[in-house]
Structure formats: structure tokens, C-alpha cells
């Protein structure tokens, strides 16, 4: 039977692994948090820090919306209700069509702050 | 004893003075501060919030009868400076958040303000009214029509003494010239204009000018898909009325001069720190954009401030910063989890003292670091309802890294990230600071012996 790939193969301690996994961590913080990361989510983008959260901040305050599409989606649904968002109201996607009921309140505040109070 | 000229660290001891806010247990997202200025004069201190609310606090005179209080801020006005709206052609919610105020010198009785969102500038006229006309012919005192049949004689309105009103009102509004999202507003030294900075754009506009702005700097690609960096602060000189800088998400700033050319897409200077290869990483870039550029009040020097750091340069030297300043660089080692919660992005704002001898910006857990530029010296400070006893003395505090945690340390495991303190200011020539704290504005202001 063959030994499983691993055993006996070994010439460092695991003990001193772990030291330098430490030490390299110590001189260099942030390489170790990268590490952290990636292996959390192996595809994030190959362009940190570039297009992909500078588009997000252009964007922020997207919202979308076909009246369209609304109408559409009315007429076919008839009487029937139109299925609303899920608990995350600020993703609009698929099939999914924006009500009334699914936009956030918009209230402005008419209330003083409390800063004044 | 002139402020800022002694040895700072040694002598002056912070005390809590006032804090305005309510303490409650779930916080209302409107109530949150968004942004806290001082007049020229500090007299008067103003902050806007999440709400579009602005409020401004008035200096009481001081008393001959309490010495050794300092004259406090009371409510002097508020008003709803802008309210949310939704732009249909582009699918776009506006935020009502007021991103910036900013103040104009005192020419007249009255004040006078700039607040902004997202979009849209207003300059508004803050004035006092306390008389009003008494003795009307056509009206009584109520305001109701008299019958003209019945007046048979004619008076003269006079001026009668009436409580204080202050009332607010928008003088002029700067709309519809920014695609994206205003991030700073700056007044010109001239008085007559200011500038308006988005991510990708600048606009300078004339206070009396509504319906058109010129156009400074633009650095939007013709392909958006080439874009790597954007305009993040943005501030004219204060006394070079054809000078200004603005700071970019890649961690440099560029110093522009109005005479050179009309679209000033040519910086005069352009201040970057080389980068050391060995030391980059994921995180790099994001950590090193500027959340906000500050000139000294002597114009020689401006301020940056990155995620972990306070930057010093000298105008005149562009390879480096002078003076660098670890605002909490253990929080390098827990970068990962900032990423993920979003925290690495938090814009944190950073302000002179009236002698540009101290500098100050906030952190997590309601604490804020001021460092002496003399002494080299620095101190950690925290905004906590605990502390807030009339005149009660700050204890400085301290953050432990690892290992053995001392009594009155905090461990940064243990920091509240969730208490971040973004938008401080510093009265312009006294040792007053107000410090905001999510929906909590803290007065602080030295130990007067």
C-alpha cells in the first residue's frame, strides 16, 4: 500500500513554519492581510485599487428603472401582484421590476435636528 | 498666553466644554454629522448632517461674572439647507447629505454660507432682524385687512424693538454643472468666486452668477474604461487668489495656477512620495488616496491625509512630504477585515490650528490625534459621553498593539469601528476644537488656569 502523499517527506517542523509564516507577517503587515484576502475571495479583481471601485463610486446613487418594462410586467401580471424586492431593496436586477411599495421612503427631514434641540 | 506659541504638548491641557446631540441607542441616519466648520472670526460654528440640516451655534459674550468659563456655543440658527431629490433623465437618487460648508468673511451684518450635496451649491444669507414696522394704515396688528372705508387718518409706521429672529434664506443656487458627486467646495480669496470639485471635474463659479460656471480642470478619459484615478479635495490658496490644489485617489496632489491657461489640466506642481516596490501590495493604492488637502493658514505648507496617515509638504518641494504622521498604523495588520466591511474607504478629514503648529484629525472609537509639529509630540484623545463633566481634563489614551495590555489601554481588537470620527475643526485662533461624533457634536477647549 503506498504511504500517503505527505508523510515522512517532511524536513521542517511544523512549529517553524508557523514562526515564519509570523515573522513575515510582523515585517510585512499588509502582504499578510493581502494573503488573507485573496484566499477569502480567490477571484477578486486583477486591478486593485483601479476601475473597478472607482465605477462603483462614480455610480453611487444608481438607480434603474423602464417604465416600460413596468408597464409590461403589469399587463402581463393582471391582477395578480408583482413580485417585490427581497430584503436587499438597492439591487434592482433580472427579472425582478421595481414597485412603488419596493422604492425606499424619501421623506425629507422635516424634523429639526436634534442638534438644535 | 498666545495660542499655539507655547511649548503645546507641555501646557495646554483639553477640556470637555460642551456636547450637543441626544444619546440614543439606535442612531437616525439624518441626525448623522456630515460636516463641521468655523467662521473666520469663530463665532459662529456650523455643521451640516445626513438630513440636509444645516445648525448653526453662536459664541456667547463672555461674562465678567463666570471668568473662568469661556464664552459657550448656543443654537443661533437652522434650516433645511437641501432636501433629496431624484434626477429621472439619468435614473439618479440625490443624496440630501451636506458634504461641505464653507463660510464667506463677514463684509456686512449679515453671514453667509456655502453648503453642498452631491449636486448642488447654495449660498446662504444668515441675518438677525429685531425691530420690525408697527402702525400699519391698510392692516392691524394681526395682519388683517382693515376696512378701507374706516380709516380716516394716516399714520407713519415706526421701527419697534422685537425678539431676536435669525432667518435664513438662500441668496443664490449652483445647479445642474456637475455630472458627478460634489466632494469639496473652496472660496477664493478675491471673495468674488469659489470652486466646486467632483470626482472628475472642477468648476469655478462668481458668487452672483447662477447660470454658468467655467470649467478648471477635467481629467475624465475620453474612455471611461482607461480611468485609474479621481479628484478627491480640492482648496484655493489663501492668498493667491489664482492658485489652488486638489489631491487624487492615487495619493498625489497637483497645484494648479488660473493665469497659465484656462483648463488648467496642466498642474504647476504635482507632489507625489515615491513608493518603495517592496512594500506594495492590494491595498496599496487604496490606502494611499488623500481624503482631504488643507493649506496652513500661512499658505507656505499643505496638509493630506491618507487612510493611515497625516502628510505635511512644503509648496516648494514636490518629491516628498516634510513631515509624516502614523495616525493608527496598527490598523495595518487589519486591513483585510477593513476591506471587507468597507472601513478602508472611510474619508477622514484633517485641520490646522490657528498657528499651523498643530495639526489634528480624527479615528475609530471616537478618537481623534493631534501632533505638534515643534515638539514632535502627540497625544490620542477620545469623544465619549463618559468624559463629559463640565471642564473635566481629557486623559490622553492609548492603543496596545499586542502583548501585555496596560490597565487603561484598549486593545485594537477591541476598537469600535463603528465610532469613527471624520469631520473635526479648530476655532481659528483660540484652542477650541468641536469634534463630531456620528449624530454627537463635542466641544472641547483648553484649561484656562
Known sequence: ?117 | MIPGFENFMQDVLWCFSQVKGTIDIGVTEADIISTVEFNHTGELLATGDKGGRVVIFQREQESKNQPHRRGEYNVYSTFQSHEPEFDYLKSLEIEEKINKIRWLPQQNAAYFLLSTNDKTVKLWKVSERDKRPEGYNLKDEDGRLRDPSMITTLRVPVLRPMDLMVEATPRRVFANAHTYHINSISVNSDYETYMSADDLRINLWNFEITNQSFNIVDIKPANMEELTEVITAAEFHPHHCNTFVYSSSKGTIRLCDMRTSALCDRHAKFFEEPEDPSNRSFFSEIISSISDVKFSHSGRYIMTRDYLTVKVWDLNMENRPIETYQVHDYLRSKLCSLYENDCIFDKFECVWNGSDSVIMTGSYNNFFRMFDRNTKRDVTLEASRENSKPRAILKPRKVCVGGKRRKDEISVDSLDFSKKILHTAWHPSENIIAVAATNNLYIFQDKVN
Not at chain 1, 517527506?9 to 511544523?14: I, L, S
Not at chain 1, 512549529?15 to 488573507?36: M, N, V, Y
Not at chain 1, 428603472?65 to 438597492?90: E, H, I, V
Open chain 1, 1 to 117: 500500500m503506498a504511504a500517503p502523499l505527505g508523510t515522512g517527506t517532511r524536513t521542517e517542523e511544523p512549529g517553524q513554519e508557523k514562526q515564519d509564516a509570523q515573522e513575515k507577517a510582523i515585517a510585512h503587515p499588509e502582504r499578510a492581510e493581502e494573503a488573507k484576502l485573496k484566499a477569502k475571495y480567490p477571484n477578486l479583481g486583477q486591478k486593485p485599487g483601479g476601475s473597478d471601485f472607482l465605477m462603483k463610486r462614480l455610480q453611487k446613487g444608481q438607480k434603474y428603472f423602464d417604465s416600460g418594462d413596468y408597464n409590461m410586467a403589469k399587463a402581463k401580471m393582471k391582477n395578480k401582484q408583482l413580485p417585490s424586492a427581497g430584503p436587499d431593496k438597492n439591487l434592482v436586477t433580472g427579472d425582478h421590476i421595481p414597485t412603488p411599495q419596493d422604492l425606499p421612503q424619501r421623506k425629507s427631514s422635516l424634523v429639526t435636528s436634534k442638534l438644535a434641540g
